[in-house]
Structure formats: C-alpha cells, structure tokens
C-alpha cells in the first residue's frame, strides 16, 4: 500500500509548510531568542558562522491559530545538523520518540518510563497508549505513530495521530490501569525536518481538539510561556539523546530498526542536494515549502483532485504507455 503511505506524506508536509485558506492565517506569538550553547547543543565553527550570518537563524518561531474547539500551534526552528557523533541532530528528534522507554527523560508529564507499544514494536509504524498527569489527574491517549524517511530529498515527515475517545481501537485497546482516564479530545502531532550540510530546518505543528473552545487568553499563555519553556527542555533532551554517555547511546549504537542509520542517509542527501544545487540556507524565517519535501513535479494530491474532477486527460505515448497531459 505504498501510495496511500505517499499521500498520508504529501498531506502531513502540505498541513506543516503549506497554507490552508480555510483555517485563516496564522498568527504570530512568539519570537524565541535561542542560545544552542546554553542548551548543550553544540556547534561546530563553521556551523557557528551560518549562524551569525543569517540573524534569524537562532530565532524559534511560535504561531497559533484558534478555530472554535480546534487550537493548531506551529514552531519554526533551525537545527545545526551536525552534532560530536556520528549522527546528525534529526537522529536525536526521533530518538526521542521512538525509544519508548526513555521518554521520562524528556517529556515532562508522561507517567513511568513512557508509552506503552499496543503491538509489536515496527521501524517506522507504531500504536502506543501515552499515560500523563496534569496536576492531580492521570490521562491516557492513545496515539498513532509514523515516520517516513524521504531519501531523494533529505527530508523527515513524522506524524502523531491521537485517537479520540470513541474510536473503535478503544474497545480493542482499553486503557492499562483503570486510574487512568481516556484524555478528552484528540490531538495531532506532525513534524517536518529538511536536512541541509551545516543546518536542519524544522517544522512542528500540534493541533488539539478539545470539548469546549480554548479562552483566547489561555492560548496566549500557552503559546508564550509554556511552550517555549517545554522547547528548551526539547532542544537540551534532543542534544542529550546524541551524547556518547547519555541512556540513549546504547540504543542508537544497536540501531535495531535501522531509523538511525536512515537519519544519517538524509544529512548525506540533504549535503549532495546543496552542493548539486547551490541552494541557499532555510531557517525559521524562510521555511522550506512542501514541494522541497515531495521533490517532484506533480504533486500527488492535486493529481487526485484533478483526476476526480475530470480535468485530467490520457493519451498514450510512442511507447504506447498511458500519459497524463
């Protein structure tokens, strides 16, 4: 089923780096001054000069948008790719995610050492229940986790998929203790890195769905305190997974399911692409677009809408292959 995979891709890089007219614009919330160093996130010099020539480089940029029940934040930010081991920096961010056991080292309200894997545990597909505690009460959510490793351009897509409490997975999957309540709503998580020689661009977009709108005050709260706070912690854990002595370290060495090897086959494309097309540096002011990420001519979904409208004609080719024209 590879092309419902390639839509599910296309759709998560058009939602993070695209524009939805319908959802109206984005509002801007934050500007977050970073200091890499200070986070133990370190730099090499080269790296460093990058930096200082594009100011906006250690800029993290928060947006929010609210929609009646629906509150959407998105974070631009500039990664330097490289990192003191053998992995670059978007090794780290998956790291995070996908040793399951280790989230109690960055995630600050999950409960025991992470999620629990509702399957066999798979590279790059996963269902997990997240337990969380926020302030006196226990939550648990049930999430969908994919990773899509887009080798021809250098880019990491992944996405987080909560399942909403009256989802038929429930039924199958309740929740692991009976102290835990299903967590109201739903959330989504994606995330969107272009690799490039020296920097990673990085896009995240969270969107939650809740049981009653979201006070406009409450969100600029959130959009201004506390996530920049829980990105700092993100930016340190990430840096931390990378360290030769850190938990993580002997889980990236053993690289079970190949995901670290696949992070570090995206810096070398992302190099070869800026070398091959002397493409300039992104950063959270100039993010790249989603067609970077698809790295073709047609886009598979608009190929579909035109296809369902009849817009589309064939004709056969000298070959006497089917073209679309």
């Given at each position: 089923?590879?092309?419902?995979?390639?839509?599910?891709?296309?759709?998560?890089?058009?939602?993070?780096?695209?524009?939805?007219?319908?959802?109206?614009?984005?509002?801007?919330?934050?500007?977050?001054?970073?200091?890499y160093?200070?986070?133990?996130?370190?730099?090499?010099?080269?790296?460093?000069?990058?930096?200082?020539?594009?100011?906006?480089?250690?800029?993290?940029?928060?947006?929010?948008?609210?929609i009646?029940?629906?509150l959407?934040?998105?974070?631009?930010?500039?990664?330097p790719?490289?990192?003191?081991?053998?992995?670059?920096?978007?090794?780290?961010?998956?790291?995070?995610?996908?040793?399951?056991?280790?989230?109690?080292?960055?995630?600050?309200?999950?409960?025991?050492?992470?999620?629990?894997?509702?399957?066999?545990?798979?590279?790059?597909?996963?269902l997990?229940?997240?337990?969380?505690?926020?302030?006196?009460?226990?939550?648990?959510e049930?999430?969908?986790?994919?990773?899509?490793?887009?080798?021809?351009?250098?880019?990491?897509?992944?996405?987080?998929?909560?399942?909403?409490?009256?989802?038929?997975?429930?039924?199958?999957?309740p929740?692991?203790?009976?102290?835990?309540?299903?967590?109201?709503?739903?959330?989504?998580?994606?995330?969107?890195?272009?690799?490039?020689?020296?920097?990673?661009?990085?896009?995240?977009?969270?969107?939650?769905?809740?049981e009653?709108?979201?006070?406009?005050?409450?969100?600029?709260?959130?959009?201004?305190?506390?996530?920049?706070?829980?990105?700092?912690r993100?930016?340190?854990?990430?840096?931390?997974?990378?360290?030769?002595?850190?938990?993580?370290?002997?889980?990236?060495?053993?690289?079970?399911?190949?995901?670290?090897?696949?992070?570090?086959?995206?810096?070398?494309?992302?190099?070869?692409?800026?070398?091959?097309?002397?493409r300039?540096?992104?950063?959270?002011?100039?993010?790249?677009?989603?067609?970077?990420?698809?790295?073709?001519?047609?886009?598979?979904?608009?190929?579909?809408e035109?296809?369902?409208?009849?817009?589309?004609?064939?004709?056969?080719?000298?070959?006497?292959?089917?073209?679309?024209?």
């Amino acid at each position: 089923a590879l092309l419902p995979l390639l839509r599910d891709m296309e759709a998560a890089a058009a939602e993070v780096l695209g524009d939805d007219p319908g959802k109206g614009p984005w509002t801007l919330g934050a500007d977050v001054k970073v200091d890499y160093a200070s986070l133990g996130v370190p730099i090499d010099e080269e790296t460093q000069r990058i930096l200082e020539k594009y100011p906006e480089a250690n800029t993290i940029k928060i947006y929010y948008r609210l929609i009646g029940k629906l509150l959407e934040i998105k974070i631009n930010c500039l990664l330097p790719t490289k990192t003191p081991s053998t992995l670059p920096s978007v090794a780290g961010l998956a790291a995070m995610y996908h040793e399951t056991g280790l989230w109690n080292v960055w995630h600050p309200i999950v409960i025991g050492k992470g999620p629990s894997e509702l399957w066999k545990r798979r590279p790059f597909h996963n269902l997990w229940q997240v337990p969380t505690k926020v302030l006196l009460q226990k939550f648990v959510e049930m999430v969908e986790e994919r990773m899509f490793f887009v080798r021809d351009t250098g880019a990491f897509v992944m996405t987080l998929d909560g399942k909403a409490s009256n989802d038929e997975l429930w039924a199958k999957h309740p929740p692991q203790n009976a102290a835990w309540k299903v967590l109201p709503g739903h959330s989504a998580v994606r995330v969107v890195t272009v690799t490039q020689t020296h920097t990673s661009a990085t896009s995240l977009m969270s969107s939650v769905t809740g049981e009653r709108a979201i006070p406009e005050w409450v969100v600029k709260l959130i959009v201004s305190w506390i996530v920049p706070e829980v990105l700092r912690r993100m930016l340190k854990a990430g840096a931390q997974c990378l360290s030769s002595g850190g938990p993580h370290a002997p889980l990236l060495q053993a690289d079970t399911d190949g995901v670290y090897a696949a992070c570090k086959g995206l810096a070398t494309r992302g190099a070869e692409l800026d070398a091959a097309t002397g493409r300039g540096i992104f950063s959270s002011a100039n993010m790249p677009t989603a067609d970077v990420v698809r790295g073709r001519g047609r886009n598979l979904l608009a190929f579909e809408e035109e296809f369902a409208s009849g817009a589309l004609t064939w004709a056969k080719s000298a070959e006497g292959a089917a073209e679309v024209v």
